[in-house]
């Protein structure tokens, strides 16, 4: 009896310690219970490993299709870069045509969007170089404007101005000076009687004559690929077969008097 009675005196004891303990550490606040200590503890260690642990790294595949599309942009910029043809300039020797056809890259290509490469075609009719200072160069003056595809040269713009280029030679050689262009639509026939005056009539027959300026414009396309080393065998327009390129003929093609 007397042992049982001990016993419980010593529980009461030890449940008095523990609540005296709680509220010294926690106030007021009741002490939790096991479970929810645990319950705490879990939360927190959570909590803990979220804030240190860093931001996932991309996975595998999203590095890999990064640098997939990395490497397709670069290689469609060295294919871009790859692609621009070098800039026209006559291949011939007389330095006359040189700035004639230099004067109609710079002055006409710009009337359009930026192509791969802007190749002239004039269609001289007559040259009158009886003043020195003041030569005249009567024709159908043509701009195309090409984008390479593959081995033909796709015509992207162009147009033609006809008129007279007039242009002056001195010590320094030759210099166009300025251009004369027949107007548009009911523009046309005044302004070009006046430019052209008895020439008018042959001016008409030039511009009908489609094979002929076809032939001249495939002559000087031909003449500018072998002048530049350049795999381009045809020219296409819009909605048209491809026009295969003839031989080279820089030698003979162009005026020798000049």
Known sequence: MKKRILAILLLSTMAFNVVACGARKGGEAEQPTASEAVSVEAVTAEESVAAEEPAPAETTEEAAAEESSEATEETA???????????????????????????LVDELAGNYPQSDVSIPCPII???????KADIKVYG????FNYNLEGDTLMNSS?????????????????EVTS???????SDYEPTAKKIFGD?????NKTTADEE???????QIIANYVAANNLSITAYQDFGWDPVPLPEENIDNFYSPDL
């Open 158 to 174: 162009g147009g033609a101005y006809p008129g007279c280029i007039h242009m002056k030679c001195d010590e320094n050689g030759y």
């Open 125 to 131: 009719m007559t040259i009158d170089e009886s003043d």
């Open 212 to 218: 002929g300026r076809e032939a001249t414009r495939a």
């Open 199 to 203: 020439l008018y009539d042959e001016l």
């Open 179 to 185: 251009m004369e262009v027949a107007g548009d639509g």
């Open 140 to 143: 159908d003056f043509w701009i």
């Open 77 to 103: 910029a060295e294919e871009g870069s790859a692609a621009n043809l070098p800039a026209y300039e006559y291949p011939g020797p007389e330095l006359f045509y040189y700035v004639l056809y230099q004067y």
